[in-house]
């Protein structure tokens, strides 16, 4: 029969296809099963339409409902308890905005006096025109000129840097970019992975060793770029509108870009194997792959890639 | 082909060696595929389905935009090799359009869409080989889609296909069995047993329907333990993945980063 896998290739299943019970006795098998390993682990799973407690006794939090006075999961994944409040985390899932996250972005549409970003969330998030740092100085004044030449500073298919700055009433994000750090994106190239894989860090501008800086938004979306130095990044008066807003990439030597390949083949990898990136563990990865001294590519073949997560797995 | 084949002999055994009651072999592959937030792929039998799933996500147009809940979006494909005869169906097909209305009001109880105002979830469908029990495959695939996709929603939905040969009842029809015998497929919700869908294309007598349709509803529990089950082991399959690289991630983290 013809199966069709993606990457990484399927999963055997065999281990819960083999022994079957008849429907009375199983649910008492996998009950030992389930429940002692996985309490044990301090980690409960649980999946949609399973009774997680009483609703007298606990409030319900996201990814649960009540139904006769029984609280009841909606996702899969993991219980999560504080105090009365019973949550789920489902394990796959978009992300979820919260105020101050870093979340990279792609502008989707341009609107009167702002812009459409699409985050990885369930709506649009939204960049308003007042909220970003206008060209001729921070404090400057937002001018109606500004307004009819937005698309000098983003277009539509423009990546950038964020903060989610607040929500609106029907849960839209609302994003600013007011910070130098923050704006649009070039010299790179991006890589999603599931937001669950980024972890709130420290810091989410990370740069390796390799002349490569990493942006890891937390919405699961990953800037691979150039480095720039600090001191070039300021600029004249803290603030270089004309690089700011730039469309063109800078000069590229072939040595950066294999970094800037390897990186996000690296990230690719790891991402498949739902492992979660922080900037040590990429580093340890990229340290591995240059001792290895293989090829960019040869990352995707089954055996070096297995090789790669083994090791890191090992070293956590 | 001169004599009809005997769809229910008498040692009780169906044409592919099936007792009445019996289903087919049952797969699930729920890997991930490609940029969707959730797929799934599944097998009854020769019957393949492979779903997709994008979202929540802005919606596409104004006009699918609803201020207090998302809309669902179904879009059914039927590759042209998926039946024994080559034929190529036109997106605008009746049968096509009527299935994935199908799929989308049985979903649309059962997915918690009042969570995500003025988003769009798309499911898209593909029929990759069929062997009957077409709808019941697409149910069962759709359902752990989005359950792979962390789409809130109450309940697993199990559908399954019942028919009856002159009064003996069977379970997950076959293409064969399906062209001769009157049939039925029933979706139900197994925790609380409500049913989101029943509905047929042939003519069943109204004696025997009760009888199938309590068969089809003890069936789809049986459905749903190798759904949670497949469902289960890739949650732990995960779990254990992101747990491994850290023992203690958030705090092992930032001091990491300290350093650097």
Request: a negative charge; aromatic letters at 6%.
């Amino acid at each position: 029969m013809i199966t069709f896998t993606s990457y990484p290739t399927q999963q055997d299943y065999s281990a819960h296809s083999s022994t079957k019970h008849h429907p009375d006795v199983a649910e008492d098998v996998h009950m030992d099963l389930y429940d002692d390993e996985a309490f044990a682990a301090g980690a409960k799973l649980t999946l949609p339409g399973e009774y997680l407690t009483s609703s007298q006794a606990f409030m319900r939090g996201h990814g649960t409902y009540v139904n006769d006075e029984e609280v009841i999961a909606s996702v899969a994944g993991t219980v999560e308890r504080v105090n009365k409040l019973v949550t789920v985390r489902p394990v796959r899932t978009r992300y979820n905005p919260e105020v101050g996250d870093l979340v990279v972005g792609r502008i989707t549409e341009v609107q009167p006096r702002r812009w459409k970003v699409d985050a990885h969330s369930r709506q649009d998030a939204v960049l308003m025109l007042s909220s970003v740092n206008l060209p001729g100085g921070i404090q400057r004044r937002k001018l109606e000129s500004d307004e009819l030449q937005m698309r000098t500073f983003f277009e539509e298919g423009d990546l950038l840097v964020a903060e989610v700055q607040a929500f609106f009433s029907d849960g839209a994000m609302s994003l600013h970019t007011r910070s130098l750090r923050y704006g649009k994106l070039r010299n790179g190239q991006l890589v999603v992975v599931p937001p669950i894989l980024v972890r709130r860090l420290k810091s989410h501008f990370i740069t390796l060793p390799c002349g490569v800086d990493l942006i890891l938004g937390l919405n699961g979306y990953i800037w691979i770029s150039k480095h720039v130095k600090e001191s070039d990044q300021e600029g004249e008066d803290g603030f270089d509108a004309e690089a700011v807003y730039s469309n063109k990439n800078d000069d590229i030597d072939t040595a950066t870009r294999i970094a800037i390949s390897r990186v996000s083949n690296i990230i690719q990898l790891i991402s498949a194997h739902f492992m979660p990136l922080t900037g040590a563990i990429l580093l340890e990865a990229y340290e591995w792959v240059v001792e290895q001294d293989c090829g960019t590519k040869d990352l995707f073949q089954d055996d070096l890639g297995d090789a790669l997560i083994t090791s890191l797995r090992a070293r956590g | 082909m001169g004599s009809r084949v005997d769809l229910l002999n008498h040692a009780g055994y169906r044409e592919d060696g099936r007792t009445q009651h019996e289903l087919r072999d049952f797969t699930v592959d729920l890997s991930k595929h490609g940029h969707a937030d959730g797929a799934a792929a599944v097998t009854h039998g020769l019957t393949h389905v492979l779903v997709t799933v994008f979202g929540p996500r802005e919606a596409k147009s104004r006009a699918q935009t609803m201020h207090d809940r998302a809309n669902l979006n179904v879009e059914l494909t039927i590759a042209a090799f998926s039946a024994g005869e080559r034929r190529k169906r036109s997106r605008g097909d009746k049968r096509i359009l009527e299935m994935a209305a199908t799929i989308k009001s049985t979903f649309e109880p059962v997915v918690q869409t009042n969570l995500y105002p003025r988003s769009q979830i798309d499911i898209f469908v593909q029929v990759l080989q069929q062997d009957g029990g077409l709808l019941q495959a697409c149910i069962n695939a759709t359902t752990l889609a989005l359950v792979n996709a962390g789409v809130p929603m109450l309940d697993f939905v199990c559908a399954v296909t019942g028919g009856v040969y002159s009064t003996s009842p069977m379970l997950d029809l076959t293409l064969l069995e399906e062209n001769d015998v009157p049939n039925v497929t029933v979706a139900v919700m197994p925790k609380t047993g409500k049913v989101t869908l029943v509905t047929m294309e042939t003519r069943l007598h109204v004696d025997r329907f009760e009888e199938i349709f309590r068969l089809a509803c003890a069936a789809a529990k049986v459905l749903h333990k190798e759904m949670k089950d497949a469902v289960r082991h890739r949650t732990a399959e995960l779990v254990s993945a992101m747990g491994a690289g850290h023992g203690a991630p958030d705090r092992e983290n930032t001091m990491i980063m300290d350093e650097s």
